[in-house]
Antibody, heavy 118, light 110 residues
Framework: QVQLVESGGGVVQPGGSLRLSCAAS????????MHWVRQAPGKGLEWVTF?????????YYADSLKGRFAISRDNSKNTVFLQMNSLRPDDTAVYYC??????????WGQGTLVTVSS | QSALTQPPSASGSPGQSVTISCTGT?????????VSWYQQHPGKAPKLMIY???KRPSGVPDRFSASKSGNTASLTVSGLQAEDEADYYC??????????FGTGTKVTVL
């Protein structure tokens, strides 16, 4: 069955960086795009970024991120990454990776919590 | 890109039906038949319940149905059960490789 396991979350100071990972299994990873979606504490879902299938040359980001985040994938490890730079307190959230259907988010990981605080 | 508008809460007794609305714009809900719905229990990951406006993934009970008219999509849960109590989010493709979620609706089974 499809499994997505996020890791890499933690506490980081404002202005710092963090790299999240999402290990995928149970499906042919190279044939699906992958998303990151975040959820601030007590708030709703917010789409963050998408990387296309195959070599991942197609990458799209929410306008609000203003180039601070970067998505990538390593097909040899069935893993997608989210590099987050210049972190701000309002980036505090649970970050989920989700399998792209491709327009829908058909399977989700359990999420990893990122807290940006001094 | 603004979030799609959902009512904050909805409720119904066991066995009854509840309908949740999701209002968007001409740039998202109106323009694309890519509206999906997600169920999220407290502390859990979201689960896809409906995709492409009205299609149910395998394993989702047929008590869950959905439709779209103009700028508003709707999710109906019939025959409410205790396990249906959760937060529900709609989502739409918004063009230019962007995606937007709804504000979320908390469904309470009375």
């Amino acid at each position: 069955q499809v499994q997505l396991v996020e890791s890499g979350g933690g506490v980081v100071q404002p202005g710092g960086s963090l790299r999240l990972s999402c290990a995928a299994s149970g499906f042919t990873f190279t044939t699906y795009g992958m998303h990151w979606v975040r959820q601030a504490p007590g708030k709703g879902l917010e789409w963050v970024t998408f990387i296309g299938y195959g070599d991942g040359s197609n990458k799209y980001y929410a306008d609000s991120l203003k180039g601070r985040f970067a998505i990538s994938r390593d097909n040899s490890k069935n893993t997608v990454f989210l590099q987050m730079n210049s972190l701000r307190p309002d980036d505090t959230a649970v970050y989920y990776c989700a399998k792209g259907a491709p327009i829908d988010f058909d399977f989700w990981g359990q999420g990893t919590l990122v807290t940006v605080s001094s | 890109q603004s979030a799609l508008t959902q009512p904050p809460s909805a409720s119904g007794s066991p066995g009854q039906s509840v309908t949740i609305s999701c209002t968007g714009t001409s740039s998202d809900v109106v323009a694309y038949n890519y509206v999906s719905w997600y169920q999220q229990h407290p502390g859990k990951a979201p689960k896809l319940m409906i995709y492409e406006v009205s299609k149910r993934p395998s394993g989702v009970p047929d008590r869950f149905s959905a439709s779209k008219s103009g700028n508003t999509a709707s999710l109906t849960v019939s025959g409410l059960q205790a396990e249906d109590e959760a937060d529900y989010y709609c989502s739409s493709y918004a063009g230019s490789n962007n995606f937007v979620f709804g504000t979320g609706t908390k469904v309470t089974v009375l």
